[in-house]
């Protein structure tokens, strides 16, 4: 209540008579209890079956399902993206589209063929001793039971989507249509099979892709070794031994070459002086890089040392080195083979000693060197990391228990020159967490670089990697670094490895002919293999007789070669597109969106890119989004161990799905976000602004009719700049769905509703709202314009919001046949935008700012106690004092009254208002007290009382 400058005749009490909001809608939202009861009802409504007949003859709006793998309970950063997924669709279909959504699990791979393994080991069971069709059906019951969990989690996240007709890799016809898509690639010739390096897991027995990879601090064990010339060119050379470093000693016993920079200065050194405890010995020669010279001294311990000269790395052209390990008595001759020195361009002198030590069986570069000069590749180390007879002295040693005993070998040998410890950053499986190795070993390949035919018509046949790059120009990326992020990696990458060493997938169904070595290309097998997989499954691969059946009549099975790796699981989801864009479910290729986490660059953009372009000539999307990761509140990685997870199961327990929904929409997803109970409480601060604006819409629109309603060139001017504002944010969101960029879009709404709204405009309006006449045109205009709020509010609030917006909107509308969510954006009509008005408004806004701050002044001083109190003077210049006259300064500043009077420059002064305090209304006005009906109130309360006892 508002104090008197003058004391005010005793009156009646006229608080019945104020129209104060009413609305059934409560204050707390009470989510957790509420939710659940929302998402029973849609289901009761069949609202997801009502959308789809609605949209009958929209414009499909696609986002394909990048799958979650069913192997757990949700995570975070799951919550995050189906959320997101679910906003977006939510958007395109109020704005106007067929967002035919379905949703879709990856179902196959070693994480779920790992997680049955351990209940073997649990059981002391030997997963090898198991049939594999048993063993595929356990694999298969496990993904079951986590589709079901994570299917439910979702629901109650609100996730809305064909949950009936969701995909799985595992189902039958979805592995079909991978065999299919394979077959595509065996048949144009895309698919071949070759020994290259891969990066394998010596735990799990597999090759893997780098999205299966992570990389993490590992302490390596180094090596310094002497590699002695036999043969050069120069005769002061042959008397030198060429050094290198390796962060691998276990590649040793692989060594078959040493590489060299033909344009790196190299340092003949002699040396003179060793420090204590070095292996150098004085008088010795050794060849290493000038640049890193002083580094090797310390590494080595080298003292005294003379550079008798140095050479360019051309001059090494032509020499030979023996193996390290030559001589050694265990090997029995294994290692007495001739080292030959080769130039290679990879060699660089950021570090060790400007030679690389050529292993052709573990790493990408030493295979090219070896192939491009006829070495051949020695499989030195098994399925399971430990040595093979081909690594003489170390046979069933693991390598990454290899480092001593190759230490001690070299030092028997006079070749160790230093040995020491790195910690750097290592390969690792994401899904054993333990560390990898490079391994070549026969795979099966897409080639990227061979030029191939996409079928359908497709007479282009460029190349996979070469049309790759051209469907990374022609997409849209939000945000638009994620184009150079995936191109780099296309432009980059070696040949596609699909093949894995294990049991639970979609076999490569190919045939190898015994004789020739050669795969079988036949499409008539795989058209056969199509068909089977679609009846039985792809266990129809792994059943007895399954080879003759595939190869026909025509063949005999003991022919050839039954291909019995799988596919590669990410070839599997970056072959989803084939089984769900589809003509049968009424979806078009290519999607309008496929958006998940920025990892998907080297992961599920990256293989369903190289799947379709190498099949179709084309990508399998037109734009795609990408989001961060999710962090604590202190930026840190969520982990177990720091005790720092959020679940989304106990947020929703806790707070209701539309916080957590809110929070994903109130950060910028395309950088990583950070959650805990800190940004959670502020997501619920805010939620409770937005949800106090619908609540005091829906109460200040008790009992309107449209009969009420204004119409637009007849509204005050602050009610038409509230419409133009209402313009400005539809045309956000309409751009936001069209170019997929949200970020900003939900604070922005918030800010609407708390600082121009209800700081302002309902601030402004509660006078009228509850002091005027029912039927005054001002409480009229302000209440269409309230009506219009409410409906673009709830509209645009509930791909968000959908339980609360779906509350507000059935609290004034109920109707059991109704939901917001079968309602579209509502159409604004373009007199609603005027700049013009804008403008004009932002300027009285800047003027009002200052009328508040010399009331806050006041208010401070103790001089008013509310600014109904005041009647402030407004010196203003000519073309601002023009803007408003006092009574309309008096409107928006709140006052009871005002005095504008031209200046040369802005000043806002404080004066208190004259007259006497109305009981009603509160405004000091000199007429209170004139009446003797109703000495206490102003003519305006007066007549408003009169009118409404007559």
Wanted: proline share 6%.
């Amino acid at each position: 209540m508002n104090d008197a400058t003058t004391n005010a005749p005793a009156g009646r009490d006229y608080r019945g008579t104020v129209l104060l909001p009413k609305t059934d809608f409560p204050m707390r939202g009470d989510l957790p209890k509420r939710e659940p009861g929302w998402l029973a009802r849609w289901e009761g409504m069949e609202l997801w079956a009502k959308l789809r007949e609605r949209s009958r003859g929209r414009p499909k709006f696609v986002l394909h399902d990048g799958p979650p793998y069913a192997n757990g309970p949700l995570h975070i950063g799951t919550a995050l993206n189906k959320i997101l997924k679910d906003v977006i669709n939510r958007a395109a279909q109020m704005a106007g589209h067929d967002a035919d959504y379905v949703p879709g699990w990856d179902c196959h791979g070693l994480p779920i063929e790992w997680k049955v393994e351990e209940e073997y080991r649990a059981r002391k069971k030997n997963k090898d001793e198991v049939p594999i069709l048993d063993f595929r059906a356990e694999c298969r019951r496990y993904a079951e039971h986590w589709l079901g969990v994570q299917r439910e989690e979702f629901k109650r996240l609100g996730v809305l989507g064909d949950w009936g007709g969701r995909y799985a890799t595992m189902d039958f016809a979805s592995e079909a249509v991978i065999a299919e898509e394979i077959g595509r690639f065996l048949m144009n010739g895309g698919l071949y099979r070759g020994l290259r390096p891969v990066m394998w897991s010596p735990v799990e027995k597999t090759a893997l892709a780098e999205a299966e990879i992570e990389y993490h601090d590992h302490v390596s064990p180094t090596l310094w070794a002497r590699f002695r010339l036999d043969r050069a060119g120069a005769e002061d050379l042959r008397r030198a031994s060429v050094v290198i470093w390796t962060t691998t000693p276990w590649t040793i016993p692989g060594n078959r070459a040493v590489a060299y920079g033909e344009e790196i200065d190299y340092a003949l050194v002699h040396v003179e002086g060793v420090a204590e405890g070095s292996h150098l010995e004085v008088g010795e020669f050794l060849l290493v890089a000038l640049p890193l010279l002083p580094a090797f001294e310390k590494d080595a311990g080298l003292g005294a040392h003379t550079v008798r000269r140095v050479l360019k790395g051309a001059e090494l052209a032509g020499a030979v080195a023996a193996h390290p390990l030559r001589g050694m008595p265990e090997a029995k001759g294994g290692y007495d083979f001739p080292v030959p020195l080769l130039a290679g361009d990879f060699v660089t002198t950021e570090a060790g000693t400007g030679f690389v030590h050529i292993a052709p069986g573990h790493g990408e570069d030493d295979f090219n060197l070896g192939r491009a000069h006829g070495i051949p590749v020695t499989e030195t180390v098994a399925d399971d990391g430990t040595f093979t007879q081909h690594a003489p002295g170390f046979t069933g040693l693991h390598v990454f228990k290899a480092h001593d005993a190759v230490y001690a070998a070299a030092e028997a040998c006079g070749t160790l020159v230093a040995k020491s410890r790195l910690t750097h950053s290592y390969p690792h499986s994401w899904r054993s967490k333990k560390p990898v190795i490079f391994r070549a070993t026969p795979q099966w390949f897409i080639g990227l670089d061979i030029p191939v035919a996409s079928g359908d018509g497709e007479e282009d046949a460029r190349t996979i990697r070469a049309k790759a790059l051209d469907a990374i120009a022609k997409t849209h990326f939000v945000p638009d670094m994620g184009r150079n992020r995936i191109g780099s990696m296309v432009a980059a990458r070696p040949d596609w490895c699909i093949s894995r060493q294990r049991a639970w997938g979609v076999p490569i169904p190919v045939f190898v002919s015994k004789q020739s070595g050669e795969p079988l290309r036949d499409q008539a097998i795989v058209d056969r293999v199509v068909e089977a997989f679609r009846a039985e499954g792809a266990d129809a691969w792994y059943k007895p007789g399954a080879a003759q059946r595939f190869l026909g009549p025509d063949r005999r099975a003991e022919d050839y070669d039954q291909v019995m790796d799988i596919v590669d699981v990410w070839f599997e989801s970056g072959s989803t597109h084939a089984f769900v864009l589809t003509p049968e479910r009424g979806l078009p290729f290519p999607a309008d969106l496929y958006l998940e986490g920025s990892d998907q660059h080297r992961g599920w953009f990256h293989s369903s890119l190289l799947e379709s372009v190498g099949t179709r000539g084309v990508a399998p999307f037109k734009a795609i989004l990408t989001h961060g990761f999710v962090l604590d509140e202190q930026g840190r990685k969520m982990s177990k161990s720091l005790g720092n997870v959020v679940a989304p199961q106990e947020v929703v327990g806790k707070s209701g799905a539309d916080i957590l929904r809110l929070w994903v929409m109130n950060t910028d997803v395309t950088e990583d976000q950070r959650i805990g109970p800190k940004i959670l409480e502020q997501q619920a601060e805010l939620y409770r602004r937005i949800r106090n604006t619908l609540r005091w819409l829906l109460g200040s629109l008790d009992g309107f009719t449209e009969a009420e309603t204004v119409a637009h060139d007849a509204l005050p001017e602050l009610e038409r700049w509230v419409l133009h504002r209402l313009a400005e944010l539809d045309a956000r969101l309409r751009d936001a769905v069209r170019t997929h960029d949200w970020t900003g879009v939900y604070p922005e709404i918030h800010a609407f509703c708390a600082a121009d709204l209800s700081a302002f405009y309902f601030d402004i309006r509660k006078d009228s709202l509850y002091c005027d006449a029912p039927d005054s045109p001002r409480r009229r205009a302000a209440r269409t314009v309230i009506d219009r709020l409410h409906r673009c509010l709830t509209a645009w609030l509930a791909p968000v919001l959908i339980f609360t917006a779906e509350e507000a909107w059935l609290a004034r509308f109920p109707d059991e046949a109704d939901s917001i969510h079968l309602r579209d954006w509502p159409e604004i009509p373009p007199e609603w935008r005027d700049e013009a008005l804008a403008a004009k408004w932002r300027k009285l806004r800047e003027i009002r700012g200052d009328v508040t701050a010399t009331l806050e002044a006041a208010r401070a001083a103790r001089t008013i106690g509310a600014s109904l109190q005041a009647a402030p003077r407004l010196e203003l210049p000519a073309e601002e004092a023009a803007l408003l006259g006092a009574e309309g300064w008096a409107e928006i500043a709140i006052t009871s009254a005002a005095e504008v009077v031209p200046a040369e420059a802005r000043r806002v002064t404080f004066a208190p208002a004259p007259g006497t305090k109305c009981d009603r209304c509160w405004r000091i006005l000199p007429e209170v007290g004139q009446s003797h009906a109703h000495p206490t109130l102003c003519r305006r309360c007066e007549a408003v009382v009169e009118g409404r006892r007559g």
